[in-house]
């Protein structure tokens, strides 16, 4: 099946609004053996939106468009769909009861405007909306078919997984068009794109096998797509070719949930002591629900006096070299490990910017672990300087909580651990971003 993606609204052309609908669907679609092959955004006006459902119907089997099938004046993907196939509007007397009884429950006074959600294009399908007002539609035009879902993130991915998915399925089943391809997403930290790229060229050359390396920061995930009785196969390769411990997780199994289950596996907790990232590395490790299994708690030890006060940083430490120094990283992850009696301890100290730091330039950034055995782990990552201002430092702490994370990760492991150092003994410098 080739399917395009429509997406409706001024605010994503302005850039108000980040198109996270349209990144959701492509990723939906692929696993389902879709092909979507294009993507585009139009305004809230009538015409655009219809030539553009036009268009993409002379190229693809299907369109999914998403938004302005609300209640405001600027919803009219509606009208555009009823001018599309040449029908008119019509009332739909079950619709508009539904919006009244869901108004009363509400214990609110349904607005007048509300009710041109029950105005759909004259013979139009409703695809139910168990997570809204405004169902999604389903108009046949001669071209193909298109789905046209409420713009509301949650809404959209109701309607996609409970109606529109089994249907495209089914329709690309009945067409002897099933899938041809399947797809697996392999989950690095700490790992350069190019780095990957390298270490993996001798799949790549494989004869029908593709990877796509989808880089966040510090983060790479790699998709492999091979004939399904292949898949299997090209990840073990894949893992061999990166070496032990390199693949954190699968598909869509984060870091933070990684950690959690060998911390688990265990019977162990984690304590967190912050500088530079501010409680985003306890944020992270509260995400899940139940992490208060093995999440202790943290401490945000923003200035330098507070280091000494709440994590018995040495005082004659901080007056030499400052607060972001390996061994200032080493003793906050000792001290909140004792102090919040948890197995282990994770710190992180340094300069995020925009000006430096005790001498330290942005991006100076040192990881610490401290575990039951052995002096704390230390390294410090060379973290690039992407940019400048609030997106710089944004970026630089997102990188940190990912490099805090999978430190912890390879010390419960036992893996080898790159630019480790231990207090007293200087530290590693590596020379490439990770």
């Given amino acids: 099946m080739r399917v395009e993606l ?11 609004t980040v198109n996270g609908n349209a990144a959701w669907l492509g990723r939906r679609l692929a696993d ?29 089997d299907a369109v999914i468009a998403t938004g302005g099938l609300g209640p405001t004046g600027d919803d009219v993907t509606r009208d555009a769909l009823a001018k599309a196939a040449g029908v008119a509007l019509v009332r739909d007397p079950a619709l508009e009861r539904r919006l009244r009884e869901r108004a009363a429950a509400a214990g609110r006074e349904l607005q007048p405007m509300a009710l041109r959600m029950a105005d759909v294009p004259e013979g139009a399908g409703l695809l139910a909306n168990s997570a809204g007002s405004a169902p999604g539609l389903r108009v046949r035009l001669p071209g193909g078919t298109v ?4 713009g509301v993130p949650a809404e959209v991915r109701t309607i996609m997984e409970e109606v529109v998915l089994p ?3 089914d329709a690309a089943r009945s067409q002897g068009r099933g899938r041809t391809a399947a797809r697996r997403v392999l989950r690095t930290a700490g790992i350069w794109e190019s780095e990957l790229a390298a270490a993996l060229a001798p799949v790549q050359a494989l004869d029908g096998v593709a990877l796509a390396y989808l ?16 898949l299997d196969d090209v990840e073990r390769r894949v893992r061999e070719l990166l070496g032990p411990g390199a693949v954190y997780g699968t598909g869509g199994e984060t870091l933070d949930r990684v950690v959690h289950r060998l911390l688990a596996e265990r019977s162990a907790t984690v304590a967190t002591a912050e500088s530079l990232t501010g409680g985003l590395i306890g944020a992270e490790l509260t995400r899940m629900p139940g992490s208060s299994a093995t999440y202790a708690g943290g401490m945000v030890a923003y200035s330098t006096a507070l280091k000494e006060e709440l994590l018995g940083v040495p005082a004659d430490l901080l007056a030499e070299h400052g607060a972001v120094h390996p061994d200032v990283a080493a003793a ?15 710190a992180v100290t340094g300069v995020a910017g925009p000006d430096p730091q005790d001498g330290r330039p ?53 893996l080898p651990v790159r630019w480790a150092a231990v207090p007293g003994g200087g530290h590693a410098r590596e020379d490439r971003e990770v």
């Fill in 6 to 16: 429509l997406t409706v609204g001024d605010e994503l052309l302005l850039g108000d």
């Fill in 32 to 60: 389902h053996g879709v092909e979507v092959t294009r993507s585009v955004v139009v305004g809230d006006e009538l015409d655009v939106i219809a030539e553009a459902v036009a268009e993409a119907l002379g190229r693809a």
């Fill in 147 to 150: 789905y046209a879902l409420p």
């Fill in 167 to 169: 249907e495209l399925a």
């Fill in 215 to 230: 880089p966040e920061p510090a983060e790479v995930r790699v998709r492999l797509t091979a004939a399904p009785d292949r």
């Fill in 332 to 346: 906050m992850a000792a001290g909140v490990r004792e102090r919040l009696g948890a197995g282990y301890g994770v």
């Fill in 362 to 414: 942005v991006g100076t950034v040192f990881v610490g672990v401290a575990g039951p055995a052995g002096p704390p782990v230390v390294i410090e990552p060379r973290l690039p300087v992407p940019g400048t201002g609030a997106e710089a430092r944004g970026i630089i702490r997102r990188m940190t909580v990912v490099h805090a994370l999978e430190l912890l990760r390879r010390v419960l492991l036992d």
